[in-house]
């Protein structure tokens, strides 16, 4: 055990995480469950404390993550939501375990081929892709590169912080690779969601969850549900810059002043954001990614209906034979 955990007794730290993945609902969930009076959010949502461990770096002092959790004395759970956790795999799932022992973990999955989607259109957003790249060229170079990223892990969970942001966005899509490995460290602490579920009908989806976590369900009988985190361009990247420069100084502050963010957000879409036109996959190309992704989803069907999960989005019920 970490020196630093001998002054785990006196601090204030998670119970409860939202590990992943990315392009799924994350930060839509962890909004409503921040306004559950029994869950205390960090003051980010994305506090990102055990990334390091994805690059093999060394943990800030406990203290800065703990400072994350101030006044979460009087909650049943303190909250955070890094989905980039989900692909650290064994090492990530380790070091929580270490650092927080036998925790909740929550992880949302969505269709892999919507969510490379979503992901392409982020990248854009940030500039990673260059604003003309259609979604088939990003997919036929993804797919290009994947044989050699494949052969290179030989078998093991793909590293995708290591290779280029095209075949990233097709291993991020390989959940089960991960999530045996996060099994295997928290056999019996994990909960996993749909992305569909969550978009369809998000009480339901929540109050579910709330059952699991054992925590009043009916604060979500008259709740407002909204959409976070949307997919959208830019249309002056430098004030997208300097506006997330603004939102990622201030989180905290923004977290406590909700009505305040919301009324400068919707000043700030109306004047630098537009939704992207109609995105297309040609046939062969989604032919192919769906076939890519055919055994990774049946494992995962198999996985999680041994855990006892039955209610399935039609992308997962319906996975064709390999």
Known sequence: ?????????????????????????????????????????STIKETNYF???????????IETYAAYF????????????????????????????????????????????????????SMKRI????????FDQYTARGLDELPAVLAANSGKPVDVYQGSVFARGIVQGFYVDYLEEWYDVFPQTIHVM??????????????????????????????????????????????????SLINGKFEPFWRKHKDLKRRIRNVYCRINEEQFGNITLSENLRAELQRVYTSPNQRLLSMLSKKGYRNFPVWLARVPNA
Not at 12 to 22: D, K, S
Not at 51 to 61: C, E, F, Q, R
């Open 51 to 61: 990334a390091p461990v994805l690059k093999g770096g060394s943990l800030p002092p």
């Open 194 to 243: 749909f992305f569909d579920h969550l978009s369809q009908n998000p009480r339901i989806a929540v109050q579910e969850l709330c059952k699991w976590l054992g925590v009043d369900a009916s604060v979500y009988d008259s709740f407002e549900f909204t959409q976070e985190n949307r997919s959208i361009r830019h249309k002056n990247l430098t004030l997208f810059k300097i506006a």
């Open 70 to 121: 101030d006044g979460a004395k009087n909650s049943k759970y303190h909250m955070e939501a890094s989905p980039r956790y989900i692909f650290g795999a064994a090492r990530i799932a380790k070091t929580i375990h270490e650092y927080l022992g036998p925790i909740r973990i929550i992880f949302v999955f969505r269709d892999p081929v919507a969510r490379m989607l979503s992901y392409f259109q």
């Open 127 to 134: 500039a990673e892709l260059p604003l003309t790249m259609t």
């Open 1 to 41: 055990m970490p020196e630093s955990a001998k002054l785990m007794p006196r601090l204030q730290l998670p119970n409860l995480i939202i590990g992943g993945v990315n392009r799924s609902g994350t930060t839509s969930l962890f909004n409503y469950l921040s306004e559950h009076p029994q869950i205390c959010p």
